[in-house]
């Protein structure tokens, strides 16, 4: 986040704005000589330089922003059905190569399988949790870049629990850590 100076404007802007006025001014005589021509110099002076071209200095890394409440429904809709979608053809590797480096160094398509066996063996259907918006405990950057969501879809007769890490990897969320289980029978 840049921190906003006393007048209200941005130290980088203010930097830039700066450098870009006085790269106009010095362009200024160089143009007014080629306009007029030049009165023979009384001693000779050296050519004057090329003009060199502007970049504006990058901006410091700022901190990842928490994302909006539908961007969060979307990333755990859309890993719930990666995860149902897995369990019902038994092929984990899409659901593998969907994660972040970290996640896909950390899982291979067996051990993803073996961590949902669980849910596979009780034949619990996730795609029910597409149609359910789920409750949130937690919904946090736990560091920079990464976000968990933690939660529960409140299911018949027992809710699904969920605890999901995300990554910011080159422009978008990826999944980066997940814990899905059937939580205890509510009552009736």
Same mark, same amino acid.
């Given at each position: 986040m840049v921190a906003a100076n006393p007048h209200g404007s941005r130290p980088g802007l203010v930097a830039l704005a700066a450098t870009v006025v006085l790269a106009a001014a010095a362009a200024l005589p160089a143009q007014a000589q080629q306009q007029r021509p030049a009165p023979a110099p @009384?001693?000779?002076r050296p050519a004057p330089a090329p003009p060199v071209a502007l970049r504006p200095t990058p901006a410091a890394p700022s @901190?990842?922003?928490i994302p909006d409440r539908l961007t969060q429904l979307k990333l755990v809709w859309s890993t719930m059905a990666a995860v149902d979608h897995a369990n019902r053809s038994g092929n984990y590797s899409v659901l *593998?190569? !969907? /994660?972040s480096p970290g996640f896909q160094a950390n899982n291979n398509a067996a051990s993803l399988a073996g961590? %949902? @066996? @669980?849910?596979?063996? +009780?034949q619990v259907d996730l795609s029910e949790t597409l149609i359910v918006q789920p409750t949130f405990d937690i919904a946090k950057m736990n560091e920079p870049g990464v976000l968990r969501l933690r939660g529960s879809f409140p299911l018949r007769p027992a809710p699904i629990l969920f605890d999901l890490l %995300? +990554? &910011?990897r080159d422009g /978008? &969320?990826? !999944?980066? /850590?997940?814990?899905v289980v059937r939580g205890q029978p509510? /009552? *009736?």
């Open positions: @009384a001693s000779p @901190a990842t922003p *593998r190569d !969907l /994660g961590v %949902f @066996a @669980a849910l596979r063996s +009780q %995300f +990554q &910011w /978008g &969320w990826r !999944l980066h /850590g997940i814990a509510l /009552g *009736r």
